[in-house]
């Protein structure tokens, strides 16, 4: 089914691209007729590119980064992407050097973490360093919204900097930076190296947090609506083996191999904890979840505040193709999210409603700026 060549599937090493080593490692993807070549890459920059040049025939990526490559958001041309299957729920976390933390404390706020940006500024010291992934990841929204609950201005009193999730903890003991939100199994790493204390994990500040997709071009959905199929059912039977808890710590042994994570079997194995694959309709590619990473976007001027939030969001994540897929292999739908609860915003996110939250959002920003 794949031609001349294998499909070639681009990944990074972390957690969440669980769902397409499995595939390959279990022979679900075998199973399914596929000749597939997962494709280790060193960052997310290097995802984009290839993804929007067709050196990659699709990608484990981050979600908003898919949404910013397709409106040419993400420093290359526009390329629109469909995403048939979300790859995790839940999995990034806040983690913060050990040496703050007698400092700012513990807890989910960030309350600690202002009264050391103030005291460095009255100081004239350096302002506090944290690392993301990404401009475009839930890491950076995660990040950001977490820092301006508590009164922070991510883009005025905090230095933020970009780097190689793999490389995160190896910054932090080098001092380079001082806290980071990244996906696991790089949080708990850094716990375990002693550098750093996790303050808060997504799934506590944006409940079943959503992160990565699987995601191929439009066009080459079109042209190649079968074999698109056959990945779909190969991930979606993955996802399921890596959510069974009898099953774990394969997973962790198998995402440990240098090829693929790369970190200590252990290590993985207790990262994967929080993290959800499949189970309670986790890979369904919820147009919801494109809403509220877009408005993100578009508070923090990522993104043209003019754009149609509502209507980016149903043509990126596909949930009709996901449904073709979990229906051939007898799994129950996932209805769509109607309304999300707990991310922070004053009354429950709504996609109807994604439009003016974001306009909001940023006009409370420019007003505090």
């Not at 922070?344 to 409603?353: D, I, M, N, Q, Y």
């Amino acid at each position: 089914m794949s031609g001349e060549r294998p499909l070639r599937l681009g990944f990074i090493a972390l957690n969440d691209a669980a769902v397409l080593i499995a595939a390959k490692e279990k022979g679900f993807f075998a199973a399914e007729g596929l000749d597939v070549e997962l494709s280790r890459q060193v960052s997310w920059a290097t995802v984009r590119d290839k993804m929007s040049v067709g050196a990659l025939d699709g990608a484990h990526m981050l979600a908003p980064t898919a949404l910013a490559i397709s409106l040419g958001a993400a420093g290359a041309e526009a390329t629109p992407l469909a995403a048939p299957l979300a790859l995790n729920i839940n999995g990034p976390a806040i983690t913060v050097a050990s040496r703050l933390m007698a400092v700012i404390g513990e807890g989910q706020t960030a309350d600690g973490l202002a009264r050391l940006v103030a005291r460095r500024r009255e100081e004239g010291a350096s302002p506090i360093t944290l690392a993301v992934v990404f401009p475009f990841s839930v890491h950076n929204y995660l990040l950001r919204d977490w820092l301006a609950r508590a009164g922070i201005d991510p883009d005025r009193d905090v230095r933020l900097t970009i780097a190689p999730p793999s490389r995160m903890t190896e910054l932090l003991v080098g001092g380079v930076v001082e806290g980071f939100c990244v996906t696991e199994p790089w949080d708990t790493a850094a716990v375990a190296a002693g550098a750093g204390q996790v303050v808060v994990r997504g799934s506590q500040f944006w409940p079943r947090t959503p992160d990565k997709v699987f995601t191929v071009t439009e066009a080459w959905a079109n042209a190649r609506p079968d074999e698109l199929q056959a990945l779909a059912r190969a991930m979606l039977r993955a996802g399921a083996w890596a959510d069974d808890p009898a099953n774990r710590a394969a997973l962790a042994m198998m995402l440990a191999q240098p090829d693929y994570v790369g970190a200590e079997a252990q290590v993985i194995e207790a990262s994967l904890a929080d993290m959800i694959f499949h189970a309670g309709g986790a890979s369904a590619p919820q147009p919801i979840h494109a809403a509220w990473l877009l408005s993100q976007m578009a508070r923090w001027s990522h993104i043209d505040p003019t754009i149609d939030i509502e209507a980016v969001a149903r043509r990126v994540y596909r949930p009709d193709l996901y449904a073709i897929a979990a229906a051939a292999l007898g799994m129950p739908e996932a209805p769509p999210l109607e309304v999300l609860e707990g991310f922070g915003s004053e009354r429950p996110f709504r996609l109807a409603t994604a439009q003016a939250y974001a306009d909001e959002a940023r006009s409370r920003r420019v007003s505090a700026g």
